[in-house]
């Protein structure tokens, strides 16, 4: 070990090491001068210790009253207490200190252009950090945060490799198969004109490997989509990966729950109860207006449609005789909590989701405030009383129109309450996880006039719904099923098509021709007429896991080198522009 | 569970299992008729069950009896004992076979394009093996290498983990620094004319990470070049990344030990032993002729100068005036095994390497029997016996050219002699690893006329070597070492640059202009200035260790889903042709 070089971590002494001599290298992190002694916070990823200048030596002086910080050191020194009263607590190391005998200034730093603090660096501009990312990422947060990353990827390996699992590696210069998001695509210099695509999603692979009796596989794979970026977006991510043969859904539920069971116990010591609640698509639009339910309250949307017949209100009457709904959320103890104001703020979010505005009720003891009170009948507002458990206090929104909008009109509406009311705090490490399954296969698209998948097209539809497959697409349900996580999809998946011919006929309804679906996923439905079994799978989006494990929002907190929201990398400036050698070799240019 | 679903299996039966009722899934392997009983082997990743169809039942008989090869379908029946002599020993569950009793149909299976068996397979051309990974991925033995894949994975990340280190991912895109291979380029949708680049490897990344106080950082990475593809090179291929901070190169040893121990130990159940040799560049390249000997074998080249310049041989003499060397390798009794015809061979090997030609001897009891003989005085006769520790029936190979050309030649005939005399036995799971250290820094490309890194530019030369730097770059040696295996290299890394100042001049050294450098890899500059703490590190090639361990030589093994020598996925299609729409998007169209 050459001399320079640590004996031990900043985070490793405690007062059983007092009296050794050892050598500490970091960066300093604060240092202050008093009394002719210089104090410096040496800090490296394992923690803090406190090291003291106070040598007769003066070349050690002299280096100690030079330092800056961010200045890379090593100190050479015995290890003493601290002074009485002078502990930190704060610190694993605060009963300690070092008295540096020897310094060596390993790097210097100039003043850094943000302060690296969480205090500091949370007021520095994101564009700045990012442009410094090696600076930003000293952050203990950060650190905390990529560690945490770190934890639940080895518990996945773990626990799936305890399962029978393998893990197996699938290409990244793949076909360009376009259906739903756009492909990043590769110009291939050997044959000029034709291109690689980068993977959306190792889903055919994953297939293929079931074909080939791989049996049980993921992979945290690194997956690619070039679509518009959104503030929780990056044009790559990583997502957890996962196939298995010969399984209906529980048996998928059965290993992700395990795992996910395993996730929370390592990386947050949280015990999750399983399994977790299975909800029906259909359940879970018509309750929380929602296809993925915030399940950390209650406060659930209730169909009033019948009573709304009762009534003489137009708009109630005229949605439910054009086929629409008349639904309602009883916000508990509210009426008092939303002035004129905030009604009108509540009928905004709303209209955001198309509905064409918001009936409101006041409870009050024995009557009903509000604007369309005039309009229902004593019984009427007794079953409603009745139906919505309504109490004095209790503020009742109504939304009435096509069965879509009421669902997603409502179920913002409960988000924005939920916030607004304080029914969950956002701050606790609490985790409400839940199956979402029985969902349609196909969805209509007005825009394209046509039929989409709902999932993609390699989802099984149910057996009994396969009669339906061509007569009445949007009849069938799916073998399909999400993994909810306090308002957030975390994760989704579906037992496969194993049949061609069943996998012909719903690119059929999807309205690709033969031609089109045997040029493009021909190796698909060959694979499948040479012996596939019965097979199904799951993804998890990894990115999504650790903000919320991590308690973040911000997506670039989880991705040690990110892209801003435009797809530029601030730090390397890429993409950038390349030297024309390169486009002719690719027959570009 | 399903009634279809297996409770077992087909390598999971015992005769503990005798008597019970139980469902297997799985694989058609073979199956024969045979006096109203149909036998066939199901197969699946666990291993093979006998099932013995022999039912009164006509619709299961009817069914055994439509059987193909790879069907795919569920089994239930009672465990049975075979019959006395029947008994499979090769099979871990020979002792048994499933009575079926209830039999469906899951998947049919059209004759396929080729056998899947060892033997069988292994005749087939591999083009069409290719187009039907799916199939080929069912033989046993490649089904294997996969596993063995995924277990040496896993145990890198077993022990690094317990070692501390982090693995953190690094962004697939980022910015094209062209330096030695070629990039694979992504055009930008949103900024057009401007390119992402794939990773050659994370070096920056991880240089980074360091500069950000990560401390011990690995990755298990997928890297792509745009290289001339070879038999045994692939566009993208996984290497293990690893970085340390406050190291010198014996801390690198040390862990990669630990590591190989660990790999060697989990996956082929092998003990190695540590540490490895470390052997210095000019040492390797003198004894073997080669920067990645074969140590299964000794043989080493001999240096014969002072010997040679006291014979009349002008090649010899010819050679030393100029600066060359004289060189041999002592064949041990192989004198007799090489005719006339088997020495004109090896001078073709020889020539190959650009030597002018080859000299040999054949050592007998008192006298050398060579065309050379005549032009050797009998002292020099008695020194070379000596030097070479050459015996009868011994064969003396002489190459004399620059030193250069005769490490070349001369390390190209010790492959070829080893080979030939069975020196070692390539079925035998045999390691011989060591480090290779004492790289020059640099290499003169005589034709680009100019310094090229040896390592690549971000190595550390040694620091007595630093003052050569600008004024005679040829001299300096770097802190670069080489993990070479059976005369692979299968790792390589070094101690980095961590002084912004060394490495603007290293750059200088590489014919890089300020601006040149700075609009590159500015950013690296950048934080080798705000605080970079020594690191270094090493990467590990995966597929080749694969291979290595798997005992393969078709890199094809080791991978899913490779692409062809030229770079095509045969199954796929890719790359191909994309719509138009697609380009237009990008701006190229």
């Known amino acids: 070990m050459a001399e320079w070089q640590r004996t031990h971590t900043c985070g490793e002494l405690r007062d059983t090491h007092i009296g050794q001599t050892v050598t500490l290298n970091g960066w300093v992190n604060t240092f202050r001068s008093y009394n002719n002694q210089v104090f410096v916070d040496l800090r490296d990823r394992y923690g803090i210790t406190q090291i003291v200048f106070e040598s007769s030596d003066t070349e050690v002086m002299k280096i100690a009253n030079s330092l800056g910080r961010e200045f890379v050191i090593s100190a050479t020194g015995k290890v003493s207490a601290r002074l009485s009263g002078k502990e930190n607590a704060k610190l694993a190391t605060g009963k300690v200190e070092l008295k540096v005998e020897k310094v060596r200034l390993l790097n210097g730093c100039p003043t850094p252009p943000f302060e690296i603090t969480e205090f500091g660096s949370e007021l520095a501009n994101e564009d700045l950090r990012l442009q410094y990312r090696f600076l930003d990422l000293r952050r203990k947060s950060i650190q905390d945060v990529l560690q945490l990353r770190h934890r639940i990827c080895k518990t996945i390996r773990d626990s799936l490799d305890a399962q029978g699992f393998l893990e197996v ?103 999750i109860q399983t399994p977790f609640p299975r909800l029906s698509y259909d359940d879970v639009m018509l309750r929380y207006g929602s296809d993925k339910p915030d399940l950390r309250y209650d406060m659930q949307i209730i169909d009033c ?48 989701y198309k509905a064409k505005g918001l009936a409101w009720i006041k409870v009050e003891a024995g009557k009903f405030n509000s604007p369309i009170e005039k309009f229902l009948p004593a019984a009427a507002q007794a079953k409603l009383r009745e139906l919505l458990k309504a109490e004095p206090g209790d503020l009742l929104l ?64 149910k057996d009994e719904h396969l009669e339906f497959l061509e007569s009445d697409p949007g009849k069938v349900k799916a073998k399909a099923y999400d993994l909810v996580m306090n308002g957030y999809e975390v994760g989704g998946g579906s037992i496969r098509i194993y049949s061609g011919e069943v996998q012909s006929k719903v690119f059929g309804v999807l309205g690709m021709k033969p031609e089109d679906y045997q040029s493009r996923f021909g190796f698909l439905l060959d694979a499948l007429k040479f ?50 050698r390169q486009l002719r070799d690719l027959g570009l240019k």
Chains 1, 2 share one sequence.
């Open 398 to 461: 109504f939304v009435a129109d096509t069965e879509e909008v009421v669902c997603n009109a409502l179920g913002a509406l409960r988000t924005t309450l939920a916030y607004q009311l304080k029914l969950y705090d956002p701050a606790k490490k609490d985790f409400k996880i839940a199956w979402v399954v029985d969902f349609p296969s196909f969805m209509y698209d007005e825009e394209e006039k046509r039929w989409v998948a709902n999932h993609h097209p390699f989802t099984a539809p």
């Open 169 to 271: 590696e699938t290409p990244l210069l793949g076909k360009s198969t376009p259906e739903g998001a756009r492909d990043y695509l590769v110009p291939s210099r050997v044959y000029h004109g034709e291109w690689y695509a980068l993977p959306q999603s190792p889903q055919l692979y994953k297939q293929l490997l079931m074909v080939a009796g791989y049996d049980k596989y993921f992979q945290i794979a690194r997956c690619l989509r070039d679509e518009d970026l959104r503030a929780d977006r990056q044009p790559e991510f990583t997502q957890l990966d996962v196939e298995m043969s010969f399984v209906e859904m529980e048996d998928i539920f059965r290993v992700m729950e395990n795992l996910t069971r395993q996730i929370f116990k390592e990386s947050l010591d949280l015990e």
């Open 531 to 580: 012996g596939a079994p019965p097979h199904g799978g799951i993804a998890l989006g990894l990115d999504r896991w650790c903000m919320m494990l991590a308690g973040t929002t911000n997506i670039r907190d989880v991705i040690a080198f990110p892209k801003n929201a435009k797809g530029r990398d601030l730090m390397t400036g890429a993409p950038a522009s390349v030297e024309s």
């Open 305 to 352: 449609c019948d009573v709304a017949n009762e009534t003489e209100f137009k708009v109630f009457k005229d949605a439910l005789a054009a086929g629409g709904k008349v639904r309602a959320l009883n916000a508990k103890g509210a009426a008092e909590k939303y002035s004129r104001k905030g009604l009108d703020e509540l009928t905004e979010v709303a209209k955001t």
